[in-house]
């Protein structure tokens, strides 16, 4: 891949190839970016929590059909790439990748974000890099939640000058045949000239419109979490805010508003609402406790069938085990083994209720 068609390197990149060990070779680095941006490209689900598992070499390994996709795009852009035997290698350029994912923004932007957000747990678990991936997460998600919430000018999507109508193939046609058969495929040709013209203006019309229309969302979002925050009763438990156990409050406020949330990752704000709803910066509780203080039922609801990642949803994962298990600790331990934090990790209320609003939001819209 020639240079001119890769997007511009990550500032921070050499640096972080010169900590695989490989020297400074200007050919390779140009080769592993290139393997880099293919890779950020292709931004679905399943290669983000791949390389996730690579960057933080969990417990819980990538999927091998996946980890053959990331070497393949480096073998690709240099024939000379390992195909084994480079694990250090591959843990770096996966924290790359995702952070230029993280760079790129949009849709898959965000998921990695948050699926980074999700897998640091606050910093509780940290990831051999010279990449500080956490710092990257929470840089991009404030970044892209501003722009998400940023008014659209209209102007941008907008024309003064009507597109032009070319007829001269429809006239051509008719000076070349001028009977009924040629007078027939050159009004075909002039409703294929008004047709073009019609598709251009649809689509500026479309562009202004859909960007209306997610930022009118993001507006109908705001608007209901206030419309939450100033009624002060939890949905789920039908009861005032202070009425929700204390240890269950960063759970069941940060699901509920997770509920109300349009578009990913958020508003910027969503600290602030929490607190307002009454999450405390100086009250902690251990994770286990916090998941034994909501009831079965509500820890039900808020498992999805599909398979969760112990890696990048880890909250939803330890709920999932104390399901299974039953409340009590007899899940903690395990839990803490496969997820490789401490049992006894704790959280104040107000960092609970942002981690897993994020977590929540990777359960909704991570397969969008």
Request: aromatic share 6%; net charge negative.
């Amino acid at each position: 891949m020639a240079n001119a068609q890769l997007p511009a390197m990550h500032a921070d990149f050499p640096r972080w190839h010169t900590a695989i060990g490989l020297g400074d070779d200007e050919a390779r680095r140009q080769a592993r970016w290139a393997g880099v941006s293919t890779i950020a490209a292709d931004g679905d689900s399943m290669n983000i929590e791949a390389l996730l598992r690579l960057a933080y070499k969990s417990r819980q390994p990538a999927a091998a059909a996946q980890v053959a996709k990331i070497r393949e795009a480096y073998k690709v852009a240099d024939p000379a790439f390992e195909m084994s035997g480079n694990d250090r290698e591959m843990q770096v350029l996966a924290g790359a990748a995702l952070a230029e994912l993280m760079n790129r923004g949009g849709v898959a932007g965000a998921e990695a974000a948050l699926a980074v957000s999700g897998a640091a747990l606050g910093g509780a678990r940290k990831a051999n890099l010279p990449i500080d991936l956490l710092v990257l997460a929470e840089d991009a998600l404030d970044r892209l939640a501003d722009s998400a919430r940023t008014r659209p000018s209209l102007k941008m999507h907008t024309q003064t000058e009507a597109p032009k109508l070319d007829f001269a193939k429809a006239i051509a046609k008719a000076q070349e045949a001028p009977n009924g058969p040629g007078f027939a495929e050159a009004l075909v040709l002039a409703a294929e000239a008004t047709r073009a013209a019609l598709t251009i203006m649809t689509r500026r019309q479309t562009s202004a419109v859909n960007a209306l229309d997610a930022f009118i969302s993001v507006q109908d979002e705001e608007l209901q979490m206030l419309w939450w925050l100033i009624g002060q009763r939890s949905e789920d438990l039908d009861c005032a805010f202070d009425a929700v156990p204390d240890a269950a409050q960063a759970l069941v406020f940060a699901k509920e508003l997770a509920g109300h949330t349009n578009e990913s990752p958020g508003p910027p704000s969503i600290k602030g609402i929490l607190s307002r709803a009454g999450l405390k910066e100086r009250r902690k509780f251990p994770l286990a406790t916090a998941i034994n203080a909501v009831d079965p039922a509500w820890l039900a609801s808020v498992v999805p069938e599909k398979e969760l990642s112990p890696v990048s949803t880890p909250i939803h994962f330890g709920i999932k085990r104390q399901l299974e298990t039953g409340a009590g600790d007899a899940w903690v331990a395990g839990w803490a083994a496969a997820v490789g934090v401490p049992p006894t990790l704790a959280f104040s209320q107000l960092a609970l209720g942002v981690q897993f609003y994020r977590e929540r939001l990777l359960v909704l819209f991570g397969d969008q």
